[in-house]
């Protein structure tokens, strides 16, 4: 089959799952929900409460390891004293019982990079960082990329969005600003799969919007 007419068939190929779609680019299988839903941060609501909630902290690639141990030092002055504590304790990543990596927690609860600002919203520690320019990297790809959550098998990677009542504002306003999950990730789409894989997303997604 001629490569631009596969890309169309994988573009539209269809898997059963409830009353949704999924869509294929390259070997990224993406759920519906990217383009169908609505989504704007709104921090002042919701105070970063998925970087409380959760049985564990943010999910790290293992690219992401040396990441962390590389710029610690530069991170560290932005952590709280029980971040830097739950770390020394923990270390700067832990390792579940199905073998995947994520940061290490404020006593099972906040992931112990996250900081508390004076309105007691949460801010990333290594954010913080990298938008004084001391490092390159802005933080865990999984956290720059909620609500979309990366799941990989064999062959592909698994995007699917992650909804639950704490994201609930964030929702109703990106439904009145009419953002798109897909625009709001934007940076974080082109950052994980590059430009080119972004530029057929949207063109994915004004087809889909006509077709609706």
């Known amino acids: 089959m001629p490569g631009n ?8 190929f269809t898997i059963e799952r409830s009353s949704d779609f999924m869509i294929v680019i390259g070997n990224a299988v993406i759920s519906d929900d990217i383009l169908d839903k609505f989504f704007v941060c709104h921090i002042e609501k919701c105070k970063g409460a998925c970087c409380v909630e959760g049985d564990l902290g943010a999910p790290l690639e293992e690219l992401e390891l040396g990441i962390l141990k590389d710029i610690f030092e530069v991170v560290k002055p932005y952590l709280s004293d029980k971040g830097i504590s739950a770390i020394e304790e923990q270390g700067l990543f832990i390792k579940d019982f199905e073998g995947d ?5 404020i006593d099972g609860r906040e992931c112990a990079y996250a900081v508390y600002d004076e309105k007691g919203n949460i801010k990333c520690g290594i954010e913080m960082a990298h938008d004084d320019g001391k490092t390159d990297f802005k933080k865990p790809i999984s956290c720059h990329l909620y609500p979309a959550r990366i799941k990989k098998n064999s062959t592909n990677i698994i995007v699917n969005i992650d909804s639950w009542h704490i994201c609930n504002p964030a929702c109703v306003l990106g439904k009145e600003l009419h953002v798109p999950v897909y625009q709001f990730l934007k940076e974080a789409l082109v950052r994980r799969f590059g430009e080119d894989w972004y530029q057929q997303l949207e063109k994915l997604a004004k087809k889909h919007t006509l077709r609706a």
Do not use: N
């Open 5 to 12: 007419i596969l890309l169309l068939f994988l573009s539209y």
């Open 101 to 105: 990596f994520s940061t290490p927690t």
